[in-house]
């Protein structure tokens, strides 16, 4: 039913086009402008030196997308990655988003990455841009809240809290072999 591939650069118009809802319509992300074609495939291109970008197509439309990314860019924390996903604003909660983040995370211990990471625009409350959905859907694949900031995101007239997520999922060893690069991987 679902299919999950490499993404390619082919694929930045449609993966924007997602995109574009979460930065009109919601504090899910804190990016307030969309970025440009040309800016979004560049930072397409800087992930997919290093990381796994996916896709994932409904009867050969893509309808989400998952990357994982540096965590704070240091060589010591070349074992963790930063997660992201998003799905097509009307294909949620049919099992596409646990697919791929399956995926990403099976690509990421390949490369011999332990730590995952989710950083998640969180609420006081409910409200019309925001809920605690991301992370309850995090929680559900195992990840568990490490920290909070409070009113640290500023979107459509309103405070929102900043929570970080983690998930482990490799052994910690005191002489840890480098991870792979997923472009090796393939």
């Known amino acids: 039913m679902f299919t999950i591939r490499n993404a390619e650069m082919e694929d930045a118009q449609r993966i924007l086009e997602i ?34 970008y996916l896709v994932v197509l409904k009867e050969g439309r893509i309808e989400g997308y998952a990357y994982a990314g540096a965590f704070v860019g240091r060589a010591a924390y070349d074992w963790s990655c930063e997660l992201t996903v998003y799905l097509d604003c009307h294909a949620q909660k049919c099992g596409m ?44 694949l195992g990840f568990k809240k490490a920290g909070e900031f409070h009113n640290c995101g500023y979107k459509f007239g309103r405070w929102y809290h900043m929570i970080w997520m983690e998930k482990i999922i490799g052994e910690h060893h005191s002489n840890q072999q480098p991870i792979i690069g997923y472009s090796q991987l393939k």
């Open 19 to 52: 995109y574009d809802y979460y930065v009109k319509n919601t504090a899910i992300t804190f990016e307030c402008v969309t970025p440009s074609l040309d800016e979004f495939k560049e930072r397409m291109k800087k992930t997919m030196q290093r990381y796994p």
């Open 97 to 140: 988003g646990r697919m791929i983040y399956e995926s990403l995370e099976k690509a990421l211990r390949n490369m011999g990455v332990l730590n995952l990471y989710a950083c998640i625009g969180y609420p006081e409350k409910d409200d019309e841009y925001l809920t605690t959905n991301s992370a309850d859907f995090h929680a559900h």
